[in-house]
């Protein structure tokens, strides 16, 4: 095969190469069904108005997905944004953090810990802080810090073996993770808001979960 050849091929594996990634990862988002994202925005609204009765700054701690933005991040925060709007006490603000993917794995998809603590010393009037992150391992010290502040913690991300324990010392104040179980077959498809969310999630607090068992 002389060498034209070969890099006329070279070129048309390449260009095969960038067309597989831009379907696979930029045009994704037409393919995700995004409403179990916007049901989880507008629920976890809800519980945050609720715990705060409807008044207070809420800061929003979500990652940057950069210019080509994350579908299902921009829905869930969209969705929360929209609700909360109807609770005329409460305002919101957001914090985008940008986090490489190694970053990610060193975390466990947790929000950096160091970027937690640095927001509520830099805003302490702050109501509540919602993270749609993990909640990071913290000393005990910069969880007893933390407590002091008063800022309520709403966590929105998979279950982890410490919520229970940080509910229960109150070092985070809601838990919104998916459901461990799927819920016993009902004659009817979940019609409200409500309903749709309690087939995926519950909502843990200090005292037990609020959503349906």
């Known amino acids: ?13 390449v260009a095969g190469a960038v067309v597989s990634v831009y379907f696979a990862f930029g045009g994704r988002h ?8 916007d049901v989880l925005g507008a629920i976890t609204a809800e ?10 700054q809420v800061l929003v ?4 997905t950069g210019p080509d933005k994350n579908p299902s991040v921009e829905a869930e925060l969209h969705a929360f944004q929209q609700t909360l709007k109807k609770h005329g006490g409460t ?6 953090i940008q ?7 060193s975390t466990g998809g947790c929000v950096p810990p160091e970027q937690l603590l640095k927001v509520c010393r830099e805003h302490p009037n702050l109501a509540a802080v919602v ?23 709403v966590v929105v991300s998979s279950l982890r073996p410490g919520y229970q324990r940080l509910l229960e010392m109150q070092a985070i104040h809601l838990a919104v993770v998916p459901r461990p ?33």
């Open 47 to 56: 519980e945050t108005a609720k715990l705060l009765a409807n008044k207070g």
């Open 131 to 153: 993270l749609f992150f993990g909640f990071p391992e913290l000393a005990e010290a910069e969880l007893s810090a933390l407590k002091q502040t008063g800022i309520r913690i």
């Open 181 to 213: 179980s799927a819920l016993p077959t009902v004659p009817k498809l979940p019609g409200t808001l409500r309903e749709r969310f309690d087939q995926e999630y519950i909502v843990m607090t200090p005292t037990g979960n609020s959503s349906a068992p």
């Open 1 to 13: 095969m002389n060498k034209p050849t070969q890099t006329t091929i070279a070129a048309i594996l």
């Open 61 to 64: 701690i979500v990652r940057d």
């Open 99 to 105: 986090v490489t993917p190694m970053m990610m794995m």
């Open 30 to 37: 037409q393919k995700i069904n995004l409403d179990t994202y």
């Open 91 to 96: 305002s919101m603000i957001t914090e985008k």
